[in-house]
């Protein structure tokens, strides 16, 4: 039993941190930007989000720190830094939540201090002053009181803003993609109230996860799901299946009042320089629509432009080829051979639901894979924050969310190397069985696993929901260290001289960078421009340097004017999309954003 | 700022509930209920929902808990009473929130002492051992991790449930009546896995309010509104608009999956002796069906079937003739004269809605009417419980209901009639204004107001949202003290010998008792065994004695077997639901279910 006290924070560790925090707030009212950044170790960070920055921005040493406070501090007007509760001191780290304000917005942080120091300092955006959401005590009053000949209704109004947005007024913003991310950013923007439209092709919101395999359902766990604003109730299932989340996501842009269009594709897209707008053609239901909205997000997912090799003799082939996104179900496939190429998510997915159909069914595996059983990862990975023993040690979704953002991408590969060793540990038998059958397994190039593999190169894993288990036993066959040579019309022919005979191939292939999309709608100028998305930039497998501190073009202003990419997972797309909302709501208002720190574009793709 | 400390509760408010408590299990142990008994002050109450009495009951006196107690005693085994959280202590009365098990069930309570006894205690069950909902720790996976050659996926086990239940499988409920208190109570069921069909006339789930006339909004606010398990986002209106809420109730229905059979009718219901269940006739979309549930539950509503007066002429009348829940809009009655009969709610709503748009109206009040500011409503009787203040200061809705819950029906009024006292005082202008024009105002028989007229009879006040001006500067014409005699071809005519033109008359004349929906469906001689739905027996006007204690019939078994009545306004429909379903639930599962006091029927309608 616990019992609420209303008094000062007046422990040691918070009493550390309010010192602290006076002292950085002293320097930085002083403009003293060198005095600040001494505050920090000298293996300190600072990750800011918008702030000081107007950016999704890491500086990773004091020298840094000074020269972005160089080069902010002037129109940030930083202030009223405080601790929000009570701070937790656990190995010689105190942490705390921080609360602050500048000019313009308020904030929302956490710092992290180490004898007397900052190690890790977060600082994000949480509303612009005077354009605050209208929730809680702010909410609208929804029937206007009073009586008024010329009233519109709540239908009437809704109606009108449907009949008029994209034909008599124009959208401030587009958004390309209709699932998850879409649809959270749109949430975001309508209650900012930045008009926006949101494009999709498929027929229903929800239709990007109905249409795909049936078996498939979220790899990630409930607690790590949530889009923003509507948590799913207490009931809902740990992992959501496909058709369950096609019917949240729709009813979500229902009753978040979103404005869908599905049913539309975006067949091009050109800025116009002139009016400082993009022109962008659609065909809605069929009849082709022209909208000018000020800002374009690419907001079509990790997943969007499939990878499909083309490979000598493919045009050849007798039977059925797809590639894993177009892959729908395995029951014309009873007693017929599949060749699955690849060896990660989709792959181990199709692979598991083809065997379920009676299929005989052969997985490709072109080079290693990591591994890590679902029950573990959520036990050793996310459990501490997105779990219901996280929840009722107090860490709700938001705080989950911040937690997992404090954590400087240059050092979170250390924080996860022991969590996968422990996996390696507990589920080594696992791991040996799938050696033996000749899977090749990693962790990663340092060890780091699956979400480190996630942020640099967005692939080479597979979250085991149990068809691990079928390469292991050979219910499932495994072809390894070789690659497919050819297609001939009866099979593959592969490096190593054999060959196996196929009634379906699917190329579990993966995707290509988002940028794709940019050279689709836009131009391979563009894209070009823009330069790859994702990645950090590590060195390792798949991820080439130089290091950015940041996920490439995500979430933050690219090197084309008014061009954003928006997407992730479910955590990521729930967090983010706060922050592509605000700087969009900035412009709208136009409030300065001055960016600090874009980085240069390195690679094209 | 809140600092919170595990520790056990030892405070002297806490202590004395502690001991309280004790010797309460101690005399319950021992079978003494006498003793039990006399731990309540001589004018103590007990309110038990099911936990000893299978029945919403309220026993008013020491003796009365003494006699129920000596009848459910030996099948209850309660024990483990203890308190939940910190006690509060103000103006000599100490109260808490107690939990407690009995053989079968586990509870949540609420207490107030005074001089060290019980002056109000409230027990109700939140959940039967061993049948407990799946939510939280509990909820389903969702994805069945593994391999499974025969598994059915969630789209899949959900289509069976929909081509099976109510065609080779029996529902175990039938719930008629697919609105707010329909869909509250089938996700209540759901969740405990009753099997349950929810039917409504209308096509789609909230329809119910998309049907109403155009400028209707909710007239309790937000706070007071939620639905159960899923609450409305933050930024939801205070004042729901009806067409917002109908697509809520929609994507309520859809993603709590319930089974919910729109565009059907129930034509009729007879109960099977020899099978112990109904027979009920239905036609779903133009076709007949016949489904056999063990249970009836009629959740149509306090305003199911409209109370339309015979009056001499009316058949000879050349104008439109409505009932108010048949009036849509007043867009075509621009310029026209319209004659409302009646001075509630609806009437006032009708009377501003013809107003604004152009029409001449005239208001008939044949009855005084009580009518309360919406903002004085919410700030002066609902702000403690149902507010963003009630919220941070940790009044969660659960805890509204439940203190809600707490105050007896014989005293609630005395809580009432300060609040409208002040209420009387703060809007005297509009009263006085009111009253300038010749309307007849009531606080009630004995001043207690809003609620308790809602309580005690369901009519005979509106809640001010507006058009209460239109009456006071005579926009809206009134005629009051009069009665109609006779509808002419061309208008009314009243008792006074006064006579009025009109183009359309709208009977805002009310709904009788729900179970005249029992007379329609099964037959009168079963709607008159059930007796009176709603009203307390306070003696009042429309609610004739003798004093029953709790609501006639509603939530809790009735006269009929198996049949049972669900309704009232959204938190009445959110809270009680939880017991009907708990009800239903234990009943399926076998738990014996003795229930205790069940009222006689003291009148037919």
Redo the contacts between chains.
């Keep these: 039993?616990?019992?609420?006290?209303?008094?000062?924070?007046a422990d040691a560790a918070s009493d550390a941190v309010t010192a602290w925090l006076q002292k950085f707030e002293a320097a930085l009212t002083a403009g003293d930007t060198k005095a600040a950044a001494a505050l920090f170790v000298t293996d300190g960070f600072w990750r800011d989000f918008l702030t000081f920055t107007w950016n999704l921005k890491t500086c990773e040493s004091p020298a840094e720190i000074e020269a972005m406070l160089n080069a902010t501090l002037p129109t940030t007007t930083p202030k009223n830094f405080h601790i929000a509760?009570?701070a937790e001191a656990a190995d010689g780290i105190i942490s705390a939540w921080i609360n602050f304000e500048t000019a313009t917005a308020r904030g929302w942080g956490q710092i992290r201090l180490r004898d007397g120091l900052c190690w890790t300092l977060l600082t994000t955006m949480t509303e612009l002053k005077g354009f605050e959401?209208?929730?809680?005590?702010a909410?609208?009053?929804?029937?206007?009181?009073?009586?008024?000949?010329h009233?519109k209704?709540?239908?009437?109004r809704?109606q009108q803003e449907q009949a008029e947005l994209g034909h008599t007024t124009q959208p401030y913003a587009l958004v390309i993609g209709g699932g998850q991310g879409g649809l959270g950013l749109g949430a975001r923007l309508k209650?900012l109230g930045v008009p926006a439209i949101i494009v999709d092709k498929h027929p229903r919101p929800g239709d990007q996860w109905r249409s795909r395999y049936?078996?498939l359902?979220?790899h990630d766990p409930?607690w790590y799901d949530h889009m923003p604003?509507?948590p799913f109730?207490?009931?809902?299932?740990?992992?959501?299946?496909?058709?369950?989340i096609g019917?949240?996501l729709?009813?979500y842009a229902?009753?978040?009042e979103l404005n869908t269009w599905n049913a539309t594709t975006a067949d091009h897209a050109e800025w116009d320089d002139t009016r400082k707008e993009w022109v962008v053609q659609l065909t809605r239901e069929g009849k082709q629509v022209t909208l000018r909205p000020k800002h374009l997000v690419l907001a079509t997912g990790l997943s969007a432009i499939p990878n499909l090799p083309t490979t000598k003799g493919a045009e050849t082939f007798h039977g059925e080829q797809v590639h894993s996104s177009q892959y729908k179900s395995g029951q014309n496939y009873a007693g017929k051979k599949a060749v699955v190429i690849g060896s990660n998510n989709s792959a181990f997915d199709i692979c598991?639901d083809l065997?379920?159909?009676?299929a005989d069914v052969t997985m490709i595996q072109r080079s290693s894979t990591h591994i890590a059983r679902?029950?573990s990862l959520m036990e050793l990975a996310l459990g501490g924050l997105y779990s219901?023993a996280a929840l009722a040690a107090g860490v709700t979704t938001d705080k989950a969310d911040m937690l997992f953002a404090s954590v400087p991408y240059k050092i979170l590969h250390e924080f996860q190397i022991p969590v996968y060793a422990e996996m390696k540990r507990r589920d080594a038998d696992l791991y040996e069985r799938l050696e033996k059958a000749g899977f090749m397994l990693d962790f990663g190039d340092d060890g780091s696993g699956l979400f480190m593999k996630y942020l640099r190169r967005g692939s080479g894993y597979y979250i085991d929901?149990?068809?691990a288990?079928?390469v292991a036993n050979g219910?499932v066959k495994l072809k390894s260290r070789v690659t497919v040579e050819e297609i001939t019309p009866t099979g593959v022919k592969f490096s190593d001289g054999s060959e196996l005979p196929a009634d379906l191939i699917v190329y579990a292939t993966g995707y290509s960078s988002m940028n794709g999309w940019a050279a689709k709608l836009i131009s391979q100028d563009v894209a070009d421009k823009v330069g790859k998305c994702w990645g950090l930039g590590s060195g390792t497998t798949k991820d080439p340097g130089p290091w950015e501190g940041e996920l490439r073009n995500m979430w933050k202003p690219t090197a084309v004017e008014n061009l954003w990419f928006h997407g992730g997972n479910l955590h990521q797309s729930r967090h983010y999309s706060k922050f592509v909302a605000l700087q969009l709501k900035a412009r709208l208002e136009g409030i300065p954003t001055p960016v600090y720190g874009k980085p240069d574009v390195h690679h094209k793709a």
Excluded: N, Q
């Design positions: 039993m616990s019992i609420t006290l209303d008094r000062p924070v509760e009570p959401e209208k929730r809680g005590p909410r609208e009053m929804g029937a206007e009181h009073g009586v008024d000949r009233r209704t709540w239908l009437e809704r209650r049936k078996s359902c979220l409930v604003y509507l109730p207490d009931h809902w299932p740990v992992f959501s299946p496909k058709d369950k019917d949240w729709e009813m229902k009753v978040m598991g065997w379920e159909h009676g679902s029950d219901e929901v149990g068809a288990e079928l219910s």
